[in-house]
């Protein structure tokens, strides 16, 4: 069935490029090695991943209406069929207006703020490097919905969605969505976003299927220094976080048929020295149950990046910390990590 949908996909856009439609076909391959040193057991342990390899078709039909297609291929094979999965990550129609003050996306997507974040620090491939709001799964990598944006200038803009809440994680199957408000300023010096989003768990009764999120994005950009912050305040079903792999693997037992609050965000800079290589320091911080003492995660990255045409090469430190009320986890996680990452 896979090879039969890929078939259709190429064979759909072969038929249209006689149209005058055109195609751009890219991606990325990330290839790292990872060398723990905590806990004591796997002190020293060396492990060479794929923290994510991408291959995304993006094809304009005409000046107004284009599909975007990217696939996802893991690392990990599944356990039933032992095979290496290659997964949907986005699919989407988009339509934009005469004037291009207006755009209209349907499908498989991510959200407007994470998408312009992601183009701002572009970092995602890899987990520890992510913005509080994704690295601790409180928003999706992508999820079935639809969106529109209007731009009010070059700089100014503010949209709506609606998803299915389901996170691309199964087939939708309740009556529960996600619906969400964005505003975006982003000149060539200072972005900022504001999301607020409301939404509920189809797993769970009302009043403790709540599902809520704040988000505020800042960023600067000095020319040699580029900086940004991102605060997240959420409030949940409990026992969601816990099903949805939400905070790192916080344990949710303790409290059934509650609704939490939590809050954290991430900070970064970025030195450029030189053309062609930087410096980059980040650190998250997230409490998910704001009633709840020690329970915090506490999380710091360094990295030196090279950069020549579409090629980085990375070497860096990576620690992390569990308050003591978290999780069965480990209280710290810590690696060195060197790796390539390619663009094409």
Known sequence: MRKLFFVYVLGFFASRMSFGATMDVGGEVNVFTKISSKPSAKRGQVAFVLPSTLLNVDATLDGQNSVFIELQLSSERDNFN???PADLAKVFYQWISEGQEV?????????????????????????????????????????LGIEVHYLFSDFLSIG???????????????????????????DSVFNLGIMYMD??????????????????????????????????????????????????????????EQVISGEGGSLWLKFEVGEDKSLLFKGDFFDPNLSQKEDEIKSYQAFFEITKDARSGFLGYSFTSYGQNHSKYSPEKEFAFVGVRQLF
């Open 103 to 143: 755009f209209f996306r349907y499908g498989l997507f991510r959200n407007f703020i994470n998408e312009n974040d992601s183009e701002i620090y572009n970092y995602d491939f890899f987990d520890e490097l992510k913005m509080a709001s994704r690295r601790f799964k409180y928003l999706p990598d992508a999820d």
């Open 82 to 84: 032992q095979k290496l």
């Open 160 to 186: 709506m969605g609606i998803s299915n809440g389901e996170e691309n994680k199964k087939e939708e199957s309740g009556n529960q969505k996600d619906n969400y408000l964005v505003l975006d300023y982003n």
């Open 199 to 256: 939404g509920s768990y189809d797993d769970y009764e009302k009043p403790f299927n709540l599902k809520e999120r704040w988000i505020m994005k800042l960023g600067w950009n000095f020319g040699f220094l580029k900086m940004g912050l991102e605060a997240l305040r959420t409030q949940d079903a409990a026992i969601g976080v816990s099903q949805y792999h939400r905070a790192e693997g916080w344990d949710s037992t303790a409290f059934p």
